[in-house]
């Protein structure tokens, strides 16, 4: 089912996965959410909640749990250990006092995804805009901020962006639409910079950019934004983010997703072709 956040800070993705983690182990050891709760002296409910990421991690509990569950020795430290670490804020808790809560999971998501695609019909990805380029986007959305919000989001942005340089850097696919291109957010020097900056991101191994012109026509995204996330872990399936207005729904139901997916794929073949996007954004930089 989709699962739509407007409230609530996000859980970590790696506690996500190991509330995946103790449920697999719960079930395999054939235990109750009622046996295990009187393990540790609990409700049933509070052992769903542990399963499902909505509480921490509370070690005491984890530890007797696993023991409950048949775990012994080393792999029980290392479990211990991965949930001190999931135990912790992100990085993106600093930045709380300008990060709305429901996209503080997507912020968790982008961290740790493997592969992220996008379709993007209004304005350039969030990973790849220059600081003025968001600037001008966040001023619009953020209308009543003072100064030192608007550069709390803007540092948020660009810490955001350090994900690229990292080692293991997520594949990044996104399609703009030819609109993205075109509209001068911030003026024509905003506007060179930007397209520059796509222009040198290119040379990244990791990133694949598309530009769907508008003569290609209808396309199947043509209904609005989203995100796709693929992650390393086996226990976190794929996730689809869409965003509204004031909130924001992450999808992660099989079918769904795969519909997004397919959806994505399909808009890949009718877009201009990831070796011709140099070529199309050195055009449309001409235009400012």
Known sequence: MSEARSAGAAPTVL???????LRQLRERAKVSFEDAAKAIEVTPLTVRRMEKAE????IPYV?????????RGPEIEDFLALAREANQP??????????PDWF?????LESEATVIRAYEPHYVPGLLQTEDYARAVLRTGFPNDTEEELDRRIALRVQRQELLAKPD????????DETVLRRPVGGHQVMREQIDHLIAALDRPRIRLQVMRFAAGPHPGAFGP??????????????????SLTGAVYVDQPAEVVAYLEVLD????????IADTGTVLAELRKEF
């Open 63 to 71: 530890k007797e749990l696993l023991r409950n569950y048949g775990v």
């Open 169 to 176: 850097a997520p594949t990044i696919w996104a399609v703009l």
């Open 226 to 243: 989203f995100h796709y996330f693929r992650f390393g872990f086996s226990e976190l399936p794929d996730v689809v983010y869409t965003e």
């Open 15 to 21: 506690r996500r996965v190991l509330g995946k983690r």
């Open 90 to 99: 992100g990085w993106w808790h600093q930045f709380r006092d300008v990060l």
């Open 104 to 108: 503080s999971a997507y912020v968790s």
């Open 266 to 273: 399909r808009m890949a073949v009718q877009a201009e072709p």
């Open 55 to 58: 509480v921490g991690l509370k």
